[in-house]
């Protein structure tokens, strides 16, 4: 039986079986549509099933290291290099997405018939960008009354329960950051009960996800087939341009990103990339960075070894603060309009779009697909561009070029943990059978 769970298990996380699953639920969403959006619920059940844990192990995870942490001296130096990590990769992600852009240029479409195929799907489906307008804009009438500072305030639970209900990972994070140091002033003695329930919760929910990644394959495919279903693929040949510039971005960050973790691991290239797979296969299947946290904590603490302890603290502030997908698709699309609608661009308004889409892309931990997109409606209004037409557009492919902003995202926060966490190779090696490792005390092992 033990051997016949470590034979599924390969299957399952073997690159070839996903990447299958993903090319079948395509084709099943183009010919079968009915079909496959009767599967959405099964791609549903798996998101929520990897959701339930998340909470748990954001909780137990974070309030535990930030209690080990403040008992180590380096702790401030730790923060202070999440710091210059978040505005490294930050202006670098601008640069490079910049760069592609300009020298790709998708937004310039010199083809007629093409052109005139764009106008009749934003003609269209006209009266999306007229519903969304209507829901931006309260927010941009009421800004100015609530303050600067407003902002804040929804960063800060009145209820901790409340939060945890509904799922606030921005609030959660808060409250653990300051009760893990809370913890920490306590006792070593007194706490260290809690601190062994917080392992227990924190390894049960690697175990679970373990369970989980089996049906990866099936959930990989209900949710590309139910997703081609809704979409089509008349938006994808229209937006082949900006497509394949977004692709090209986001595969040159992550292979600088891959190039940090090799050079800081010590492994092989080869061994460095094997161990990323079930991180690229869970940000495929699930487009949520949130739910790829056990995995980027497995990949560095547990496969490649960095201190369990560190990577622990770093990985949750990463996943809210290091938000390279989201500056990416800020940089690529504000550029894209402006291409589009043939608008010239200055160095002032360069310089706008690489700033604003920082700041704009801190914000957006948290949101869903539409909701970051809409942010882009921030750039365009200073730059005098129209955003509910291309709105549309952006909206049909959303699911294709969210699944490039969460590997994004998930690859440059192993890089950025990687290159902060110093290395731990007394831990133990990672237990294949279970997907994760399983660093049991000594004490554990000879008992």
């Not at 980027?296 to 502030?317: D, T």
């Amino acid at each position: 039986m033990s051997t016949l769970n470590v034979g599924l298990r390969r299957i399952s996380q073997s690159p070839w079986t996903v990447i299958a699953s993903v090319i079948l639920g395509a084709l099943c969403g183009a010919y079968l549509p009915d079909f496959a959006k009767s599967l959405a619920p099964i791609s549903d059940a798996y998101l929520n099933l990897l959701k339930m844990v998340v909470l748990p192990l954001i909780v137990s995870a974070t309030v535990f290291a930030i209690k080990s942490m403040t008992r180590d001296p380096q702790t401030a130096a730790y923060l202070s290099r999440v710091v210059l990590a978040i505005v490294i990769i930050s202006a670098a992600t601008v640069a490079i997405t910049g760069t592609v852009t300009v020298l790709l240029k998708p937004g310039v479409i010199t083809d007629v018939q093409e052109r005139i195929e764009l106008g009749t799907v934003l003609n269209s489906r006209g009266t999306i960008g007229t519903d969304l307008q209507m829901t931006l804009a309260p927010p941009s009438q009421a800004a100015p009354d609530q303050g600067v500072f407003s902002g804040l305030l929804e960063l800060i639970p009145s209820n901790i329960f409340n939060s945890l209900s509904v799922g606030n990972t921005m609030q959660v994070l808060v409250f653990c950051l300051l009760f893990g140091i809370g913890i920490g002033r306590v006792p070593a003695a007194t706490s260290v009960s809690f601190a062994n329930v917080l392992e227990t919760i924190y390894r049960a929910c690697l175990i679970m996800t373990g369970w989980f990644n089996v049906l990866l394959p099936l959930a990989s495919f209900a949710i590309i087939a139910s997703q081609t279903a809704s979409t089509g693929v008349e938006p994808l040949m229209l937006m082949v341009g900006f497509i394949v510039t977004f692709a090209i971005a986001t595969a040159i960050i992550m292979m600088i990103s891959l190039l940090v973790v090799w050079l800081r691991s010590g492994e092989s290239l080869w061994a460095t990339f094997k161990a990323h797979q079930p991180l690229f296969m869970i940000a495929i299947a699930t487009r949520s960075s949130t739910a790829s946290i056990p995995w980027i904590i497995s990949l560095v603490g547990e496969r490649l070894r960095f201190n369990r302890i560190v990577v622990e603290m770093l990985v949750p502030l990463h996943v809210t603060m290091l938000r390279a997908g989201p500056i990416m698709l800020f940089v690529c699309g504000s550029l894209f309009i402006a291409q589009l609608y043939g608008r010239s661009l200055s160095t002032g308004d360069y310089i706008y779009i690489g700033c604003a889409s920082i700041l704009v892309g801190l914000t957006t931990a948290g949101m869903s697909g539409a909701v970051t997109l809409s942010q882009m409606a921030i750039l365009c209004a200073h730059l005098n561009l129209p955003f509910e037409a291309p709105f549309v557009l952006f909206l049909t492919i959303d699911a294709l070029t969210d699944t490039m902003r969460t590997l994004t995202i998930v690859s440059t926060i192993a890089a950025a943990t990687a290159a902060i966490a110093p290395r731990d190779l007394a831990q133990h090696p990672v237990d294949d059978s279970e997907g994760f490792a399983l660093n049991a005390p000594e004490a554990e092992a000879a008992a």
